[in-house]
């Protein structure tokens, strides 16, 4: 079966511009997630979404960040304005309803100057 | 917070078993033991995860102590393609408030070596 599917897969603005992720997560997966992983670091958790409602955000910086899963399928991530601290790999996974293995995408790498 | 704590780094040999320690000495009644692995520049992979009993998967077998305060990955036959960092995580079943969420530490970097 296909996997998660990111684009794009690398990205280098400038502190203070936007930018935007997007994410195709598997088929029929109703649970995906956004993670921000820093150099070094396991990966952090930044939303969750279940359907097209979300289930956990608490740990996403809401002042620049941004997500949405319309119609329950694909998503974003945006940032906006991006600083230099943002830069980072945002993984995106997806897993069935409940307490399934999660499936992770490859990942953009964000790189803010 | 992580509520795992794993060695930094490790080495194995190529062909031998190699046993990836972890410890979650505060783990409760309805939380799991997951491991995932993530190669470099991928996304992090599931490997297996655990209760209480031994699992054993065609990855990786998981022992759990019988007091569930610690836990090892045995990978019975290392490749190079092995290597990677190793996350193990406390991870709360999704029934009860938490929602399940992943909560990944540092990890251990296996290095395995020709």
């Known amino acids: 079966e296909a996997g998660v599917a990111q684009s794009p897969r690398y990205k280098i603005i400038e502190k203070r511009q936007s930018v935007a992720f997007w994410c195709n997560p598997i088929?029929?997966?109703?649970?995906l997630y956004w993670y921000q992983q820093i150099l070094g670091q396991g990966p952090k958790l930044l939303i969750q979404?279940?359907?097209?409602?979300?289930?956990?955000d608490s740990q996403l910086p809401k002042d620049r960040f941004s997500a949405e899963r319309l119609k329950g399928v694909d998503s974003t991530l945006k940032i906006q304005p991006a600083k230099l601290e943002d830069s980072a790999v945002y993984l995106c996974?997806?897993?069935?309803?409940?307490?399934?293995?999660?499936?992770f995408g490859p990942g953009t790498r964000l790189t803010v100057l | 917070d992580a509520k795992t704590t794993q060695p930094t780094s490790m080495d194995c040999a190529e062909g031998r078993a190699a046993n990836l320690p972890c410890n979650h000495s505060?783990?409760?009644?309805?939380?799991?033991v997951y491991w995932y692995r993530q190669i470099h520049s991928q996304g992090p992979q599931y490997i297996i995860h655990?209760?209480?009993n031994n699992e054993t998967n065609e990855m990786a077998s998981l022992i759990i102590t019988e007091d569930r305060k610690s836990s090892t990955l045995i990978l019975p036959h290392a490749t190079l393609r092995d290597t990677a960092v190793y996350y193990c995580?406390?991870?709360?079943?999704?029934?009860?408030?938490?929602?399940?969420?992943?909560?990944f530490g540092q990890g251990t970097t296996l290095q395995v070596k020709p």
């Open positions: 996974a997806s897993s069935l309803v409940g307490f399934r293995e999660q499936f």
């Open positions: 088929s029929g997966h109703a649970t």
């Open positions: 979404f279940q359907n097209n409602g979300v289930v956990d």
């Open positions: 505060t783990i409760s009644g309805n939380e799991y």
């Open positions: 655990g209760l209480k």
């Open positions: 995580i406390v991870r709360e079943y999704y029934g009860s408030s938490n929602t399940g969420k992943l909560i």
